[in-house]
């Protein structure tokens, strides 16, 4: 019965120590995994007005057009209808000019995800 009390102590020592090491790699695979996505819409958005000689109205119109195969999925709110879309600055109300993250909160270096 001691054996096993120690092994558990041992163990739970253990995890104290793995456990905060763990999650702290997800938050930076989140925060990787959200840039890299943004880098790819922004480009993809550029191509797209290239292309056509006008801003997508919605994210799905890239999808429709076959710039992308899906809405990239937000890995902070896990959900892909939280992007936040600015519209052109040229006046026009519709288009995606730009896209940000509608993640509340900020990342490890203290930037808000809707500045990203």
């Known amino acids: 019965m001691i054996e096993l009390l ?8 253990l995890m104290s120590i793995v456990a905060p090491r763990y ?10 995994a959200l840039k890299a996505d943004l880098r790819l819409l922004r480009e993809v958005i550029d191509k797209f007005k290239a292309d056509t000689g006008h801003y997508p109205s919605l994210l799905n119109d890239l999808v429709a057009a076959r710039y992308i ?3 990239p999925i937000d ?10 879309v600015t519209p052109p600055p040229s006046g026009a109300t519709d288009g995606v000019y730009d896209i940000h993250s509608g993640a509340q909160g900020a990342g490890r270096d203290g ?6």
């Open 111 to 116: 930037t808000p995800f809707k500045q990203w």
């Open 75 to 84: 890995p902070i709110t896990e959900r892909a209808d939280t992007w936040l």
């Open 6 to 13: 120690v092994v558990l102590a041992i163990m739970a020592t």
């Open 23 to 32: 999650f702290d790699s997800v938050d930076r695979a989140r925060e990787t």
């Open 69 to 71: 195969q899906a809405v």
